[in-house]
T-cell receptor, first 115, second 110 residues
């Protein structure tokens, strides 16, 4: 079966524009996670879902960031009024369930560049 | 704030050498995971440890979880160039949310 996919793989946008990043998890995976990873650093937790319910959004930097997973499968991370500091690799991961030791499978990421 | 500190930040060794990298925190974690990440790719899970004092072996890799579940180590025996990559640890206290360290970048020279 296919792994986690993300689109677009690369996004270049101008400051002030809105962007939507898509994540397609592994089929049947209950939990979906969004992370942001700066070069040379580990992933930084943003938010996660079990099915369509957003369980924790404590990692979202501010109210310009939002995420949804309306049907419990594909998720969209939206950044409004982008700023240069939003430039980063945005990674999505999914797991079978929300257990503490559940394996998270990461996607290839979306490289966002805000000019 | 849960903070995971990994050391060393960078490590460059010759093929055949042994090495140990560390993951330390002041917080107790219910589980801790080690990942390996190659350039341009997402992290790939190597192992999960959940019990204090637990030791797991994966071929030439040995993972240990501290008795107090605050720290962990990864030991690689007879390193090979294919071991090159970014090694990340991640701790979980609650279901779903993992806190990652900034990783150890390992380079194994042939």
């Amino acid at each position: 079966g296919a792994g986690v996919s993300q689109s677009p793989r690369y996004k270049v946008t101008k400051r002030g524009q809105d962007v939507a990043l898509r994540c397609d998890p592994i089929s049947g995976h209950v939990s979906l996670y969004w992370y942001r990873q700066a070069l040379g650093q580990g992933p930084e937790f943003l938010t996660y879902f079990n099915y369509e319910a957003q369980q924790d959004k404590s990692g979202l930097p501010n109210d310009r960031f939002s995420a949804e997973r309306p049907e419990g499968s594909i998720s969209t991370l939206t950044i409004q009024r982008t700023e240069q500091r939003d430039s980063a690799m945005y990674r999505c991961a999914s797991s079978l369930g929300g257990s503490l030791s559940g394996t998270q499978y990461f996607g290839p990421g979306t490289r966002l560049t805000v000019l | 704030t849960q903070l995971l500190e990994q050391s060393p930040q960078f490590l460059s060794i010759q093929e055949g050498e042994n090495l140990t990298v560390y993951c330390n925190s002041s917080s107790v974690f219910s589980s801790l995971q080690w990942y390996r990440q190659e350039p341009g790719e997402g992290p790939v899970l190597l192992v999960t440890v959940v019990t204090g004092g637990e030791v797991k072996k994966l071929k030439r890799l040995t993972f240990q979880f501290g008795d107090a579940r605050k720290d962990s180590s990864l030991h690689i025996t007879a390193a090979q160039p294919g071991d090159t990559g970014l090694y990340l640890c991640a701790g979980a206290r609650n279901a779903g949310k993992s806190t990652f360290g900034d990783g150890t970048t390992l380079t194994v020279k042939p």
